[in-house]
Structure formats: C-alpha cells, structure tokens
C-alpha cells in the first residue's frame, strides 16, 4: 500500500488537499455535534479540527501508516482506527461524516454512500470534498505526457483508472439524490497554490496521483521493479519541460464541495 510508504511525510506533502479542507470546515453548518466521524482521514489534521465542532470526533483509515501517524500527531483530539469505508456498520450514530479527498478512492462508490447514510442520524450532514475528472490542468497534462512517453507506453496501455470521478459538483449531488438527503451547499472551487516549485510539485503528485499511477494493483500486468524510478524520472523531465526558465508556477486544482442532510 503506497500511502503506508509516505505517511510520514504526507503532511508535508499534501499542501493542496490542506488548503481544500480548510475551506470544506468553513461551509460546514454550524451546529452543535455530538459525533462527528472523518472518512479517509490521513494522518488525522482534519479530524483533529473536527473536534472543535463535535464532542467525540473517530478519524478512519484504511492505511495503517497513516493512523500510525494520526495518533502520534492528534491522540488527544480524536480516536483513530485503521477501517474501511466498506466495514462502516454503525446505524443512525453520526450526526456529521465529511470525506475529504477520500470519496475518488472509493471503488464500489453505491455500497460506501449506503454505509455513510445508514451510519448518519436523521439530520445529519455529510460534507465532501472531491476532485473532479479534470482535476488539475498542469498534473494532467504532465501525467499523459509520462504515460505516452515511448518507454512507458506499453505499461500505461495496461493502466485502469481507479477514481470516481464526476465533471462537476452537480453531477456528485445528482448522483448522490439517489439516497435521501436535502442540499445544502454546493460549489466548484478552483484552488490555487500560488508560486510553486517543481519540487513541490512532485510532493503533491505523491499526496495522491502517485497512489493510483504507481500502484501494481492498477495494471493488468506485472510491473517491472524500476517501474517507479522510470516514470518520475519521466515525469521530473516533462515538469522541467513545463516550467521551462521560470523557477515558480501557480497551479490550478478543481474541486467541487457538497454538503447535505440527511432526510
């Protein structure tokens, strides 16, 4: 599990899914929570705010790396365990879930919102946050660039896409109507990380792209061991290509955030 090699630097590293989750606790309704439970919580920053919103906030996730992490940062703000969205069986005990940058990694998306809702209390809220399909500009015209790059080509053409992913914030809550729930709040929201290097930029491939075009389980076939050296290496050229003279780069990030209530 790749996240489990990086949890120790995931912080670090994930400086635009920071920004992200900062905005989706801004839009969360202000209401008094008794329990409050945060769904792929990484290495627990989120969940940790959380609690200063909820009595009792559980962050989870299924990387072991990250929970470790999780409870070494932010034991005294909440519990942490190493679960699935998918082993999610509590009823009516959540009065707010949030997913944040988790909700494209769940792979039987149906079966993840029926735990989430059945989990929630009557009136309570879930708030996501997603990247939509084209979800940067820049990263993904650099990481198809890298996988048509003739030395990789041949694995890339073995490479299944393993995110949900929708065009915009309205096609997730026409999708997500299917379960009983009011809006709330809805937005596209272009986050920006202003003045970033090409080293900064290889960090936030590793917050989460890295995790799908690096990992074996997304290939029909066997990767060969310098599979992660070829592609970076690739991937560091198609940058410096990108970015030419210039030293510092804005980058574009498409989010989309919804939050609704449970009927």
Same mark, same amino acid.
């Given at each position: 599990?790749?996240? +489990?090699? !990086?949890?120790?630097?995931?912080?670090?590293?994930?400086k635009?899914?920071?920004?992200?989750?900062?905005?989706?606790? %801004?839009?969360?309704?202000?209401?008094?929570?008794?329990?409050?439970?945060?769904?792929? $919580?990484?290495?627990?920053?989120?969940?940790?705010?959380?609690?200063s919103v909820?009595?009792?906030?559980?962050?989870i996730?299924?990387?072991?790396?990250?929970?470790?992490?999780?409870?070494?940062?932010?034991d005294?703000?909440a519990?942490?365990?190493v679960?699935?969205?998918y082993?999610?069986?509590?009823?009516?005990?959540?009065?707010?879930?949030?997913?944040?940058?988790s909700? /494209?990694?769940?792979?039987?998306?149906?079966?993840a919102?029926?735990?989430?809702?059945h989990?929630?209390?009557?009136?309570?809220?879930?708030?996501?946050?997603?990247? #939509?399909?084209?979800?940067? =500009?820049l990263? $993904?015209d650099?990481?198809?660039q890298?996988?048509?790059?003739?030395?990789?080509?041949?694995?890339? +053409? /073995?490479?299944?896409?393993?995110?949900?992913?929708?065009? +915009? #914030?309205?096609?997730?809550?026409?999708? !997500?109507?299917?379960?009983?729930?009011?809006?709330?709040?809805?937005?596209? #929201?272009?986050?920006?990380?202003?003045?970033? %290097?090409?080293?900064?930029?290889?960090?936030?491939?590793?917050?989460?792209?890295?995790?799908?075009?690096? %990992?074996?389980?997304?290939?029909?076939?066997a990767?060969?061991?310098?599979f992660? =050296?070829?592609?970076?290496?690739?991937?560091?050229r198609v940058?410096?290509?990108?970015?030419?003279?210039?030293k510092l780069?804005?980058?574009s990030?498409n989010?989309?955030?919804?939050i #609704? =209530?449970?009927?």
């Amino acid at each position: 599990m790749l996240y +489990n090699n !990086i949890s120790d630097k995931y912080e670090s590293l994930a400086k635009n899914q920071t920004q992200a989750a900062q905005h989706l606790l %801004s839009i969360i309704p202000d209401r008094n929570y008794n329990h409050a439970l945060d769904i792929g $919580c990484g290495t627990g920053k989120l969940t940790a705010a959380l609690s200063s919103v909820a009595k009792n906030t559980i962050g989870i996730d299924f990387s072991v790396g990250m929970i470790d992490q999780a409870i070494q940062q932010y034991d005294g703000y909440a519990n942490f365990l190493v679960k699935s969205v998918y082993d999610l069986s509590e009823k009516n005990q959540y009065d707010l879930v949030v997913c944040n940058s988790s909700l /494209h990694w769940f792979k039987d998306i149906d079966v993840a919102l029926n735990n989430i809702f059945h989990s929630l209390v009557p009136s309570g809220i879930l708030a996501i946050q997603t990247p #939509v399909k084209f979800w940067s =500009e820049l990263l $993904c015209d650099a990481i198809t660039q890298t996988m048509q790059n003739e030395r990789v080509i041949f694995y890339a +053409n /073995h490479y299944s896409n393993p995110w949900f992913h929708l065009q +915009n #914030v309205d096609e997730y809550n026409k999708y !997500i109507s299917k379960f009983p729930n009011r809006l709330l709040v809805k937005e596209d #929201v272009t986050v920006v990380s202003k003045q970033m %290097s090409i080293k900064d930029v290889m960090g936030m491939f590793y917050s989460g792209p890295a995790q799908a075009y690096l %990992s074996e389980d997304n290939y029909s076939i066997a990767l060969p061991v310098y599979f992660e =050296e070829l592609f970076i290496t690739i991937f560091r050229r198609v940058l410096e290509n990108i970015w030419g003279e210039r030293k510092l780069m804005d980058v574009s990030y498409n989010r989309c955030f919804l939050i #609704v =209530e449970k009927l």
